[in-house]
């Protein structure tokens, strides 16, 4: 079955701090990507898509995401983490179908 | 702005009742999607359409329909509320089935 896990439900950093959350998806073929970004009662915002091409896309807010298949993996990284980058972060893929398969999120704690 | 909008932002009710959520997708997009955002149970997706036929159903219960109408918008009917139906709902919007998704802000639901 296609899903997307994204292993750490939470995470703490200090402001200044480098970031990596973890994504890792399950799909025969190469899916598409997403990462999206949800701040406290708001919807969610799309940060960076991967489709296809270089495998390390940018995104905004200073965002990146490296797609690596052989992990079957796409971590979203940011050198310096700042305070207002405290939300709940979502991995997606876009599946067989067109169906779209969401992680249950990885809540980003940013302490000064 | 996404430039999807949803209407109510709010809204409160008892068990029993129905409700309608209304979706306007972004100018141009033909694709709608309907998701559930619950504590326990993260995003889910309930359904999606596209250009007034619906294309994929996730885990949306028997309680709730939905339509897109010739003007693109989008309505989820949810009826027989539940307590456990309290929950965050988005919509969101692609130009086609499978391309990036553009969430609008979500609507409140608190069945009592």
Sequence with gaps: ?112 | DSGVTQTPKHLITATGQRVTLRCSPRSGDLSVYWYQQSLDQGLQFLIQYYNGEERAKGNILERFSAQQFPDLHSELNLSSLELGDSALYFCASSVGPGETQYFGPGTRLLVL
């Design chain 1, 1 to 112: 079955a296609q899903s997307v896990t994204q292993p750490d439900i939470h995470i703490t950093v200090s402001e200044g701090a480098s970031l990596e959350l973890r994504c890792n998806y399950s799909y025969g073929a190469t899916p598409y990507l997403f990462w999206y970004v949800q701040s406290p009662g708001q919807g969610l915002q799309l940060l960076l898509k991967y489709f296809s091409g270089d495998t390390l896309v940018q995104g905004i807010k200073g965002f990146e995401a490296e797609f690596k298949r052989s992990q079957s993996s796409f971590n979203l990284r940011k050198p310096s983490v700042h305070w207002s980058d405290a939300a709940e972060y979502f991995c997606a893929a876009r599946g067989a179908g067109n169906q779209f398969y969401f992680g249950t999120g990885t809540s980003l704690t940013v302490i000064p």
